[in-house]
């Protein structure tokens, strides 16, 4: 699988009308994509650029998913990061169908040799082994259990799911272990596993966060054009707090001056529905995610680029982005500080619990256990 174009700019275009140049592709052929772009990643030491010489038109297929098996040797993810809630992760995929222009899992993409543009959304990757790796992870002699977050890159109910199954099959593992897990997603796919997270959920074993980040459709189709409407996550968020299962809404990204305002009626429709906790992140830009959110901008706002550009900056210390730990997140400065404030102001006039829920690790048992004592 080889990338179609690109060659990144050096960031020092202004915003307000930056285009990758050679790398974007036209909009017929990536229609139902949420990237403009198709740039090689940071590692490639190749690039190409499409240019049209007047000989011929260059005609592009209209592009389409390509899934391929991945074959890991191991499928849970450690981590030490002290700015987030969990020290280990499970992504049953790598790349992601919903196509979320913001995602800041994009850039991982390179790392496979690809682009983080409309590779990751049309180059997937899944990994069948998951629950077999898993069981054999879980019943490691000395394995001490703690919360799995499952779903932080990339989303474990995008579109795929429905056919590989894989999630599911994580998640009967880890109710068949007692292990608590919490789940992250943007997908109402997530209500079909009701029958395991609710049983789950009895015993204090699983959360599930739902990321909204927009009422809009029409700005949700722009941002997120594969995930499903917004109606249909705050419906999600009704049927698992029915089944007694916690849920988070996470407000995310926040992006200045296009999705900010709907702070307070995001939270107050997710209340409505069930939503206990919330939580919210500010728009993130490692890597390449710089350039393709440029690009999308260039596109479908270019009046606004440059003062969505300004207060990203305002709350990164000047920069686009700024990765320390606990800044990450949720930035810095006046602006940063306005978004928490509204948050926090939202949460405690809505009834949002102030603390997290917190899972039972101490059910955990691999199953089989007890013939040990024999």
Same mark, same amino acid.
């Not at 260059?58 to 389409?64: A, D, H, Q």
């Not at 543009?117 to 790796?133: Q, S």
């Not at 440059?306 to 800044?327: E, M």
């Given at each position: ?12 275009? /202004? ?10 592709? @036209? ?42 098996? @991945? ?20 992504? /049953? ?37 998951? &629950?077999?790796?898993? @069981?054999?992870?879980? =019943?490691? *002699? ?26 599911? =099959? ?71 707090? &029915? ?9 995310? *990204? ?22 206990? @906790? ?19 901008? &260039? ?10 550009? =300004? ?24 602006? &940063? ?38």
């Amino acid at each position: 699988m080889s990338n179609d174009l690109g060659r990144f700019r050096d960031g020092t275009d /202004p915003h307000a009308s930056r285009r990758l140049a050679g790398t974007t592709v @036209e909009a017929a052929s990536r229609r139902g994509r949420g990237a403009t772009a198709n740039p090689d990643g940071r590692f490639e030491r190749l690039s190409r650029e499409a240019f049209d010489d007047g000989w011929e038109p260059v005609e592009r297929p209209r592009l389409r998913t390509h899934v391929l098996p @991945e074959r890991a040797s191991h499928i849970i993810t450690r981590n030490a990061s002290p700015d987030i809630p969990f020290d280990r992760s499970i992504n /049953p995929y790598r790349g992601c169908e919903h196509g979320c222009i913001y995602c800041f899992a994009r850039p991982n993409h390179a790392y496979a040799g690809l682009s983080p543009g409309l590779d990751f959304e049309t180059r997937l990757f899944t990994k069948p082994d998951a &629950a077999r790796l898993l @069981e054999r992870e879980l =019943s490691a *002699p000395g394995y001490a259990p703690r919360t799995i977050a499952l779903g932080t890159a990339t989303d474990p109910y995008q579109p795929i799911e429905r056919a590989h199954r894989i999630t599911r =099959s994580v998640l009967e593992v880890l109710a068949r272990f007692r292990h608590p897990v919490g789940i992250v997603t943007k997908s109402n796919l997530v209500v079909r596993d009701i029958d395991i997270l609710g049983a789950m959920a009895a015993d204090r074993l699983v959360k599930v966060a739902v990321s909204v980040t927009t009422l809009d459709p029409a700005l949700a189709r722009r941002m997120e054009p594969r995930a499903p409407h917004p109606r249909k996550r705050l419906e999600a968020i009704e049927r698992l707090s &029915a089944a007694g299962i916690p849920v988070m809404v996470i407000v995310a *990204p926040i992006i200045p001056s296009l999705n900010d305002h709907e702070i307070e009626t995001i939270l107050a429709e997710a209340r409505a529905r069930g939503a206990g @906790e919330a939580n919210h992140v500010l728009l993130r830009l490692p890597h390449e995610l710089d350039a393709l959110v440029s690009d999308w901008f &260039a596109e479908h706002y270019p009046d606004r680029a440059r003062h969505v550009f =300004s207060l990203i900056r305002q709350a990164r210390g000047g920069k686009v982005y700024d990765a320390a730990f606990g800044r990450r997140m949720v930035g810095q400065g006046a602006y &940063a500080e306005l978004i928490a404030r509204r948050m926090q102001v939202a949460r405690a006039r809505l009834g949002y619990a102030m603390e997290r829920v917190t899972l039972n690790a101490d059910a955990f048992a691999a199953p089989g256990a007890q013939l040990s004592l024999f």
